[in-house]
């Protein structure tokens, strides 16, 4: 199965070191917890689930830039969250920015 995948910011915008990244999720009204992403290595990064960090997400990097799976960005991360969504579904879009 292809993966699609998502451009969310170039490598150099996330923090190498304690920094993070967080991109938000899910449509404006849903205040769903965002994506935090982590850079451990010159070109190593790791994106999981802001409130629990335990969810882990497919990362891809490619040059300067990373991408994340947004199927699986899409996807509800708990069953309070899909029934919130109901058939709207969760991540129609992504904005990224740093703190």
């Known amino acids: 199965m292809d993966r699609h995948w998502k451009l969310i910011c170039k490598l150099k915008d996330v923090p190498l070191g304690d920094g993070v990244r967080l991109i938000p999720r899910g449509l404006a009204w849903q205040e769903l917890p965002g994506v935090a992403l982590f850079r451990t290595g010159e ?16 990362v891809k990097v490619e040059g300067t830039k ?6 699986e960005l899409s996807a509800p991360a708990s069953r309070a969250e899909a029934a919130l ?3 709207f579904g969760v991540a129609t879009s992504l ?4 703190y």
Do not use: M, T, W
């Open 66 to 71: 990373v991408y994340l799976d947004l199927d």
């Open 85 to 87: 969504a109901g058939q």
């Open 95 to 98: 904005v990224a920015y740093c």
């Open 43 to 58: 070109e190593s990064v790791h994106a999981v689930l802001e409130s629990d960090r335990a969810r882990r997400y497919s």
